[in-house]
Antibody
Framework: EMQVVESGGGLVQPGGSLRLSCGASGFNLRSYSMNWVRQAPGKGLEWISYISSSGSAIFYADSVKGRSTLSRDNAKNSLFLQMDSLSAEDTAIYYC???????????????WGQGTLVIVSS | DIVLTQSPDSLAVSLGERAAINCKSSQSVLYSSTNKNHLAWYQQKPGQPPKLLMHWASTRESGVPDRFSGSGSGTDFTLTISSLQAEDVAVYYCQQYSNTPPTFGQGTKVEIK
């Protein structure tokens, strides 16, 4: 079964940092472009970042641009999202999602993880 | 950014009846190079991640029941559930992939009447 698994969420103080990870099983992560999508409690879905399969192309939503860094380690079949200067508005479930093909704009997300919850609070 | 507006925000439908969700885009998502509508639909059940139902506005993903259908072109789209089942209770989202950033509608909650 193809799946992705996120980790790294938790409680962080305002202004703090967090590093989220995404791993894959059942498929080769290095062959796919990947995305992060977040969902604030009781709210809708917000795409926040994209990385191509090679890592050569990376895009961010304006809401996280300048304080987030997306990277991947294809040798370890893993993806990482470093988020800094966190505020209460960043409180959300963060989903790692596979793009169904390798082109831009990123095509629909066909595999999603269960998400990792980030709570920003003092 | 392209804004997607779904209507209604919620609807309650009797089992076996038809449910229709609309998605209106602030600009056309008909992509010139593919001549296809770059619009997808997702289903999110409580406590679960979203599940991709449909892409190209009307192409069902493998395993999606045929009671789900998508229609529309350009800026106006509809997701229809022809005969609502109990397992269809969920929030449904449209998403455009015509422009970066990809954007989602606000969601439509479907319940049983």
């Amino acid at each position: 079964e193809m799946q992705v698994v996120e980790s790294g969420g938790g409680l962080v103080q305002p202004g703090g940092s967090l590093r989220l990870s995404c791993g894959a099983s059942g498929f080769n992560l290095r062959s796919y472009s990947m995305n992060w999508v977040r969902q604030a409690p009781g709210k809708g879905l917000e795409w926040i970042s994209y990385i191509s399969s090679s890592g050569s192309a990376i895009f961010y939503a304006d809401s996280v641009k300048g304080r987030s860094t997306l990277s991947r380690d294809n040798a370890k079949n893993s993806l990482f999202l470093q988020m800094d200067s966190l505020s209460a508005e960043d409180t959300a479930i963060y989903y790692c999602a596979r793009a169904s093909a390798e082109w831009l704009p990123p095509p629909p997300f066909d595999i999603w993880g269960q998400g990792t919850l980030v709570i920003v609070s003092s | 950014d392209i804004v997607l507006t779904q209507s209604p925000d919620s609807l309650a439908v009797s089992l076996g009846e038809r449910a229709a969700i609309n998605c209106k885009s602030s600009q056309s998502v008909l992509y010139s190079s593919t001549n296809k509508n770059h619009l997808a639909w997702y289903q999110q059940k409580p406590g679960q991640p979203p599940k991709l139902l449909m892409h190209w506005a009307s192409t069902r993903e493998s395993g999606v029941p045929d009671r789900f259908s998508g229609s529309g072109s350009g800026t106006d789209f509809t997701l229809t559930i022809s005969s609502l089942q109990a397992e269809d209770v969920a929030v449904y989202y449209c998403q455009q992939y015509s422009n970066t950033p990809p954007t989602f509608g606000q969601g439509t909650k479907v319940e049983i009447k």
